[in-house]
C-alpha cells in the first residue's frame, strides 16, 4: 500500500514537471512550434518519459486549459453566490475576466486564445470550459430576459461583451493600453470602459439596475 502511494505521488510530480514546462513553452513559443521532444528536452527527460503520462501535446495542452478552466469557474460560483442583482453580476464577471488575465498571464492564454482545433472541446477536459460559458451565458438569459439590454438575443448580447472584454484585455496586456493613455489610472480607465459598454441606450440600466 505504501509502494503504491509512492508511485502515485511520484506520477503526480511527473505530470507536474511536464505541465509546468509545456505551459511556459506554449506561451512562449506557441503550440504549432512546441514538439514532445521539445518539452522533455526542457526537464531533462527523453520523449518516450514522457508518454508514459501524456499521449501527446494536444492532451498537455487540453490539460493545462482544464487547469486554468478549473481556477476561472470557481471564482465564477463565488461570485454568483456574492451578486445577485444582475447588472452588477455582468459588471463583476467582465473585471473578473480582466483581472484573471493579469494575474494568471499564462493560464489566460491557453484558455482563451488556443486555437480550437488544439484543444479537447468534449469530455472530461472540456468539462470546466463548458460550464464556465454556461455560467456566464445564464447570467445572460436572466439579463435580456429582465430587460437589461432591451430586445436582443441573449447570446449576442454574450459574444458581444466577450469581444470588448477579450480585445481590451489583449490591448492591456500587450502594453498598448498604458503606451496610449500614458498616465491614465488603469483601474479608472477600465471603469469608464465598462460604463461606456453599459451605458444607457444600448444597456438599459438606468441608475445601475434593470428597470
Not at 140 to 169: I, K, N, P, R, Y
Amino acid at each position: 500500500m505504501i509502494r503504491k502511494t509512492r508511485r502515485e505521488r511520484d506520477r503526480g510530480r511527473m505530470r507536474r514537471l511536464v505541465l509546468d514546462a509545456a505551459r511556459q513553452l506554449f506561451v512562449r513559443e506557441g503550440f504549432d512550434n512546441v514538439s514532445m521532444r521539445r518539452i522533455a528536452g526542457a526537464i531533462g527527460y527523453s520523449p518516450a518519459a514522457i508518454y508514459r503520462y501524456f499521449r501527446n501535446k494536444r492532451e498537455i495542452l487540453s490539460t493545462l486549459r482544464a487547469e486554468g478552466f478549473d481556477r476561472y469557474v470557481a471564482g465564477q460560483r463565488a461570485r454568483a453566490a456574492q451578486w445577485p442583482d444582475l447588472l452588477t453580476r455582468v459588471r463583476e464577471e467582465v473585471v473578473a475576466y480582466l483581472r484573471f488575465a493579469m494575474e494568471e498571464p499564462e493560464y489566460y492564454h491557453l484558455m482563451f486564445c488556443a486555437d480550437c482545433d488544439e484543444v479537447e472541446l468534449e469530455g472530461a477536459l472540456a468539462a470546466s470550459s463548458q460550464e464556465s460559458h454556461a455560467l456566464v451565458q445564464e447570467i445572460m438569459d436572466q439579463a435580456v430576459a429582465a430587460g437589461v439590454f432591451g430586445e436582443v438575443d441573449a447570446q449576442v448580447v454574450t459574444l458581444s461583451l466577450w469581444a470588448g472584454v477579450h480585445g481590451l484585455a489583449q490591448l492591456i496586456r500587450s502594453g498598448r493600453v498604458a503606451l496610449l493613455a500614458e498616465g491614465a489610472d488603469l483601474e479608472s480607465l477600465v471603469d469608464g470602459v465598462m460604463d461606456f459598454m453599459l451605458r444607457p441606450g444600448w444597456c438599459r440600466c438606468g441608475g445601475g439596475e434593470a428597470e
